[in-house]
């Protein structure tokens, strides 16, 4: 081996896992005072702390286990992170929604989509519907163990044959006396294996709005059985293909009211467009931080391979395109923040920040040459975690129809409840 | 409430202000593209309304207000479907004019900033010649002083307003030899002996008249030089930060535009029994646009926030001159493919739209230019991507000492290896610390450093904690030169080649 080889390997060594390097959000600091202050800062690098210490070490082997260990979700809940925006009586720390906005720009830096997903699909997917439809009753049950990771939760609602079109859904729960019972099945969903419970989009006797609600069921219920899927990326996190047969679940696990699903699932997805718009833009500006360390060291005809001006050139573009969704971003955050309402605008950030993040992996990967290809190095894995980015939470093609209701067919979309 | 940048005064201003421009503009668009020229009496119309000098001080005639009233100006100029009326008016208020504001001496604000204000004077700024574009360095127009005149001889192209205007801001050479460091700005009377204009044809924005000059043998009063001579260069630089925001601000908002008549159309034109508007390709066609020109809207209108705030911010400019210009190509191509057949009548405005959409990657630095300039030089070489090697070895953060410990020795240890490795500058250079100074004789084989205090080349005046931050990496050299904590003096090719001493 020559040295100049080594040096790649070393490179490549030290790229394997995310360490504490390239702090380009907080380096900008001057220009991002508008939204964070020194309290967040110190937040930042405390999550940075915790996830070199308790996450980088071992995404290599999670992603080959298909699975994020429990204990992750229990550390986390230890030190608040699964209940940021929760309230206190419930174990939340109920900060500010910046906070939130830099757990996910963190757990970004991670360069694992699936631990991005697992990590998130609880508090989210699963633990926002809780907090927003259970009673009393059911966040002592399900919320308070939720946010300290004891407990983890998934959010089921597409189906084998009703993705996109969340209205055609085929799972019904009939009433019996004290219970429901539930068949059908739901795929595609994270932490669909290792979950403790389910909160599942199902139809229930009512006519009302399809019949669409939500409901909890435990995962040791008997008639529940899950399957994992295989996947082209987002390998540490559990995806399931779950059936329920027969399933017996008391009245109680019901959330909010019978008819009201399709409404409350509409409602959060905001919140998932917009952290999966800031999943999005935080993978693609560390991956073109990764990739300028890399063109840095990297040489060719003798020289840095960041001398070529084609490749500076397309450096420059993603750049500027990255700093913008990031602010478009920002300034949506603060709104949502301040409690706007934002149907179009998440589903506008939503579509350009994964679009822009498969635009960005595919290129920097690029940039690196035969070592893109190799899974010693970053850009092979962020490459096909971005994949999914188009097609989950809503496909693009859904948030263009969201988008073109509203400004075409002037649609307006409030708060219902 | 969704505008954190614009209160209810703003929104009022933007009312009366559009209007006035519809009731004095619109209806003439049309016949002032076909004539390609702009009455004069509209700009006095505009200033007798008070939309003139919006940010500029009082003692002038401005309204000295804040700059998201300049945004709104920008903004609804650019709505008139005529980008040729939109530069004619940005050109002079935020491009040109702005010069004598900042670097003037009081005779000349007093001379031409009224006149500006009062919409009775037009403006130029005379940088591009028909040899020198992007390289704005290599121009060629000398200014040669003979006693109380400089004499001016060379030739200007492209130049907005130039034909019909007053006065241009040029770039010429004081000092030919010198390179950058021999640029200075010139205010010359449209109408001064020896100056010419022939009017250019241009592919779109016909209502504004553009020219190519020429200048034999001018003579222009010594007091009409901005500022000092040989800071021309840096006047500029430090000018295209507004430049750039107008000109991203003129495209998205004429994006904005194009799409609201886009929708329009659509929603009346049938086909196949049902208006267009339903046909889902082209409903996510519209979706995308909208979703990327509201993004683009809101990072530009962030960069203005920066502005605002008096925060220096080079590289968001540069990106969002960038992105809006590039974007604006998209949505008038696109916009255009909405109408059919009818886009590409001259009946429609969306025709206009599109080709006068295609100066914007060029006009004001091109694509490439902002790409070059800026945004990879800040993106990629800014300090921030190197301190994460510096991270991976702590032992290194160590050995540099505190503010306090910062002296002359210690730099002179940190920037002798550099300097003898980097290739020879070719000539002196000096920094000057104020008590103290370092030499470096770029003239042999070898730069060599020292501790004389010899006349140099070129000087640098630095204090010893920002030369440390540079060193340090956590200043840009070229953000310190426009923040004025770095002052050059002399040749500026020496002071260009201080990123290879300092790496
Ligand atoms: C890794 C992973 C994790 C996931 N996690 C979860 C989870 O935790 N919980 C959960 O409930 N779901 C989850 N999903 C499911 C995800 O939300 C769906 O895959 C997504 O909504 C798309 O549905 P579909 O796969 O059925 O595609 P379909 O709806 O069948 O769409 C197929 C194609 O048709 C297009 N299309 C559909 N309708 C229209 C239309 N009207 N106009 C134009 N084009 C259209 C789509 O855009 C797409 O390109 C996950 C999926 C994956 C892959
Ligand atoms: C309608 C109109 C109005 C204008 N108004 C004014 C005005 O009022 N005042 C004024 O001073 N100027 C004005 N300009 C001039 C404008 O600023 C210049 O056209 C512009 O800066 C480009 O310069 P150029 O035309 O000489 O192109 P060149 O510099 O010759 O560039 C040609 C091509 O080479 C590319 N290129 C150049 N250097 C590099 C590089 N280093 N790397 C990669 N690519 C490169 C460019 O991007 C471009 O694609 C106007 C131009 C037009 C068309």
């Not at chain 1, 490179?11 to 005072?33: C, F, K, P």
């Amino acid at each position: 081996m020559n040295s100049e080889q080594l040096s790649v390997n070393n490179l490549a060594n030290n790229y394997l896992w995310t360490e504490n390097r390239g702090l380009w959000t907080e380096n900008n600091s001057t220009m991002n005072s508008y939204y964070f202050t020194e309290e967040h800062k110190i937040f930042r690098s405390s999550v940075r702390d915790f996830l070199k210490k308790e996450v980088t070490p071992y995404i290599a082997e999670w992603e080959k286990n298909g699975e994020i260990p429990r204990s992750i979700f229990l550390k986390m809940g230890e030190m608040g992170y699964l209940g940021l925006m929760q309230e206190e009586k419930y174990g939340g720390l109920d900060v500010d929604f910046w906070y939130t906005i830099i757990l996910n720009e963190e757990i970004a830096r991670v360069n694992s989509g699936g631990f991005a997903a697992s990590i998130g699909a609880h508090p989210y997917l699963a633990l926002t519907h809780i907090k927003a439809q259970a009673n009393e009753q059911q966040k002592e049950k399900y919320l308070i163990p939720g946010i300290q990771g004891k407990c983890i939760g998934c959010l089921a609602i597409t189906e084998p044959s009703a993705g996109s079109d969340v209205q055609s859904i085929r799972t019904t729960a009939k009433k019996e006396g004290d219970y429901y019972i539930i068949n059908g099945s739901k795929t595609f969903i994270t932490n669909g294996v290792n979950s403790d419970f389910i909160v599942a989009a199902v139809k229930t006797n009512t006519t009302k709005n399809n019949g669409l609600s939500m409901i909890i069921i435990d995962r040791t219920t008997s008639g529940v059985a899950a399957t994992k899927l295989n996947k082209l990326g987002w390998k540490a996190s559990d995806t399931g293909e779950i059936s329920f047969d027969d399933v017996k679940v008391p009245k109680e696990n019901l959330l909010g009211e019978e008819g009201m699903g399709f409404f409350y699932i509409m409602q959060h997805f905001v919140l998932e467009r917009l952290t999966m718009a800031i999943g999005g833009t935080a993978v693609s500006k560390y991956a073109l931080e990764v990739t300028l360390q890399y063109m840095a060291e990297r040489k060719a005809f003798g020289r840095p391979i960041n001398k070529f001006q084609v490749l500076r050139h397309r450096i420059a573009q993603m750049a500027s395109e990255i700093e913008m969704n990031q602010q478009f971003i920002y300034h949506l955050c603060q709104r949502f923040q301040n409690g706007d309402y934002l149907v179009k605008e998440a589903s506008m950030a939503k579509l350009l920040s994964t679009q822009l993040s498969d635009k960005v992996t595919t290129q920097c990967l690029q940039m690196f040459g035969g070592y893109g290809f190799m899974e010693d190095y970053p850009l092979a894995r962020m490459f096909r975690d971005s994949r999914l980015g188009t097609i989950g939470g809503g496909t693009s093609e859904i948030m263009c129809e969201i988008i073109s209701k509203i400004i075409i067919d002037n649609n307006t979309y409030s708060k219902t409840i | 409430m969704n505008s954190y940048y614009f209160t209810e005064e703003h929104e009022m201003f933007r009312e009366s202000l559009r209007t006035f421009l519809h009731k004095e503009v619109l209806p003439n668009i049309d016949q002032w593209e076909k004539e390609q020229k702009i009455p004069r009496n509209i700009w006095k119309k505009m200033g007798d309304m008070g939309f003139l000098g919006l940010s500029y001080p009082e003692k002038y005639g401005g309204m000295n207000l804040d700059f998201f009233y300049d945004v709104i100006f920008c903004e609804e100029v650019s709505k008139m479907y005529s980008g040729g009326f939109a530069i004619s008016q940005i050109v002079v208020q935020y491009m040109s004019s702005p010069y004598i504001l900042k670097h003037g001496s009081e005779r000349l604000k007093e001379k031409y900033l009224p006149g500006i204000i009062s919409g009775e004077k037009i403006s130029c700024i005379g940088i591009t010649e028909p040899g020198a574009g992007s390289d704005a360095q290599n121009i060629q127009t000398t200014a040669i002083k003979q006693g109380d005149y400089y004499i001016v001889n060379g030739s200007k192209t492209f130049i907005t307003n130039a034909v019909y205007g007053d006065f241009i801001i040029t770039v010429v050479k004081t000092d030919p030899n010198a390179g950058a460091a021999g640029v200075s700005l010139l205010v010359i009377d449209r109408n001064a002996e020896g100056v010419s204009a022939t009017k250019l044809n241009k592919l779109g924005w016909h209502a504004s008249d553009t020219a190519e000059l020429a200048f034999d043998e001018v003579k222009v009063p010594a007091e009409n030089l901005i500022g000092e001579e040989g800071q021309g260069f840096y006047y500029l630089m430090g000018g295209l930060q507004l430049e750039r925001l107008t000109g991203a601000v003129m495209g998205y908002a004429a994006c904005e535009e194009a799409l609201a008549y886009s929708l329009k159309y659509m929603s009346e034109r049938k086909a196949f029994g049902r208006p267009i508007n339903k046909f889902q390709v082209l409903r996510h066609r519209i979706a995308q646009l909208a979703a990327e020109i509201e993004a683009t809207k809101q990072f530009v209108l962030y960069c203005c926030r920066l502005n605002n705030d008096g925060k220096y911010a080079v590289k968001e400019c540069s990106m969002s001159k960038l992105l809006s210009s590039e974007l604006s190509d998209k949505v008038m191509y696109q916009c255009l493919q909405f109408f059919g057949g009818y886009g590409y009548m001259e009946e429609f405005k969306i025709a206009r739209m599109f080709r006068d959409s295609r100066i914007g990657t060029i006009g004001g630095g091109t694509s490439e230019i902002m790409i070059d300039d800026v945004a990879y030089q800040s993106a990629a070489k800014d300090p921030i991507y190197k301190k994460t090697t510096s991270n991976s070895n702590p032992q290194k953060e160590k050995n540099i000492p505190t503010n306090d410990e910062i002296n002359l020795n210690h730099i002179l240890d940190k920037i002798q290896a550099g300097a003898e490795k980097a290739k020879p500058l070719g000539k002196t250079l000096k920094f000057d610390f104020g008590k103290e100074q370092l030499f470096i004789d770029g003239t042999g084989e070898k730069n060599k450093v020292s501790i004389n205090n010899d006349d140099a080349n070129c000087t640098i005046q630095i204090s010893y904690e920002d030369f440390n931050n540079l060193l340090k990496g956590k200043l840009n050299p070229m953000n310190a030169v426009m923040s004025g904590k770095i002052k050059i003096k002399g040749d500026m090719s020496v002071a260009m080649k201080l990123q290879s001493l300092l790496s």
